[in-house]
């Protein structure tokens, strides 16, 4: 399925006034993995959900284009947004002690997933969510189905959210930070799930994260944002190489085992990146 964005736009009201968080985003995403990095506040979140219609009521959102497929998202009811979110499209959040409910068990929460969008009895389903648990290498399926959020990791955690997003067998996965809660053993174990998940589903994927390194590795393509707007685009492979000095301001204050800096660099903003200058 292509996603096609262009001149997204996402304002909320403050003290009377419009103010813009997504400023002219164009992005565009096929069967690949394209990585979107940048600072906390630049808009990589803002702009995954718009994509999903998950905004609040006081975001004002407009583009000249925002394309699922055949699909209008712009012109699209809630009632077949609700058809598309996990269908076709699945949203990986980043924390899942938050993102799960507390008291459903972990096999009945897969489970509503699964029957939502594909039906199925009782056995069924459930039969159909041990398959899922054991897809993303849970070792004891049958115990994480009847466990609870609060029994079981955080790893584990996330490899259920994971579950319960392939459940409908979506075209498209969105992964928004999916291992900024987990340590680093377990987020390279996330990542490469995600990776064979993606690669044998046949999959698109839109990675958000703050990793540069990480996304350099991982993503076909990557966009870096700043201030609500797009800084630069290039392959994964040469995001090291990066030109534009706010990339390579974020890559400078990267702590290195192999080239120890006694002090990193602070980043120097500077208001000609920006196409549009703020009020």
């Known amino acids: ?44 979140s803002l702009t995954a959900r718009a994509l999903m219609r998950l905004l609040p009521k006081t975001a004002k959102v407009t583009a000249d284009r925002m394309q699922l497929g055949d ?20 949203f990986i959040l980043q924390d899942p002690k938050y993102s799960l409910n507390p008291v459903k068990s972990i096999g009945k929460q897969i489970g509503e997933a699964w029957r939502e969008h594909k039906g199925g009895r009782r056995a069924e389903v459930r ?9 993303v290498k849970i070792r004891d399926p049958k ?6 959020p609060h029994e079981i990791s955080g790893g584990m955690g996330q ?8 459940a409908p067998d ?17 987020q390279a174990e996330i990542l490469r799930l995600i990776d064979d998940l993606v690669e044998s589903r046949g999959m698109g994927l839109i990675l958000i994260s703050h990793d540069l390194p990480l996304v350099s590795h991982f993503c076909d393509r990557v966009s870096v944002m700043y201030m609500g707007q797009v800084m630069e685009e ?6 090291l190489k990066a030109k534009h000095p706010y990339t390579r301001g974020l890559l400078n204050g990267m702590p290195s085992l192999l080239h120890p800096k006694r002090r990193l660099p602070v980043l120097v903003r500077d208001d000609d990146w920006l196409k549009e200058k703020t009020a």
């Open 71 to 90: 699909i209008d998202i712009l012109k699209t009811s809630e009632k077949e947004m609700r058809k598309i979110r996990g269908k076709r499209v699945g």
């Open 1 to 44: 399925m292509q996603v096609d964005i262009k001149n997204l736009r996402i304002a909320f009201e403050r003290d009377g006034k419009s103010v813009e968080a997504v400023r002219g985003i164009s992005l565009s995403v096929g069967r690949e993995k394209l990585g979107i990095v940048g600072e906390s506040g630049s808009g990589k």
């Open 234 to 239: 290039m392959a994964a492979s040469d995001l």
């Open 127 to 135: 039969d159909a969510v041990l398959d899922l648990l054991e897809q």
């Open 170 to 186: 979506p075209e498209l996965l969105i992964a928004d930070e999916p291992t900024s809660a987990l340590d680093a053993t377990v």
């Open 143 to 148: 115990k994480v189905f009847d466990a609870y």
């Open 159 to 166: 490899r259920a959210m994971i579950a319960m997003m392939l």
